[in-house]
């Protein structure tokens, strides 16, 4: 698999990128807008049709570091025009370090919200290639991953 690490990229919406793992195996996922990575469940030993990587279920959507992607540690392995669902913007969420307050982040803007208009939202963050990798390879390993426990919401204390 190391001719997957060779060719540099330019990051565009509805390019599906290759990830490489380190048992030799591959992952994908597809750019999507400002940044945003969506991951799909799916690995395999070569690279499938665009086709057959489309309709696999997605497993998350993170922004990502364009070092992953400028730099060829993820190869881009083709383009199709983004469909319907993935062309929305990715809401995420924030909290703030010290009031423990909850806001909602897409497409650049933030409003306040409630801990339950967050609940199964990522947390706004850029993650770094190797993190996403760990977090492919706990999933596929059915492991917790510890980036995601590191991100997950802080319980507030409500005096």
Known sequence: ???LRKKKGHRRPGNFVAIPLSDGTVSFGRELREGVVAFYDLRSDSIPELDEIEKAPT???VSVMDRAIKSGRWRVIGNKPLREGLE????FFMQDATSGEFSLYREGAIRPATE????GLERAAVWDPEHVEDRLR???AGR????????????RNRN
């Not at 929305?88 to 809401?91: D, E, G, I, L």
């Not at 339950?116 to 609940?119: I, V, W």
């Open 1 to 3: 698999m190391n001719e």
């Open 59 to 61: 497993l998350f959507k």
């Open 88 to 91: 929305k913007p990715t809401a």
């Open 116 to 119: 339950d208009q967050c609940r």
């Open 138 to 140: 706990d999933h596929y």
């Open 144 to 155: 917790t991953n510890i980036w995601v426990n590191s991100l997950k919401p802080k319980r």
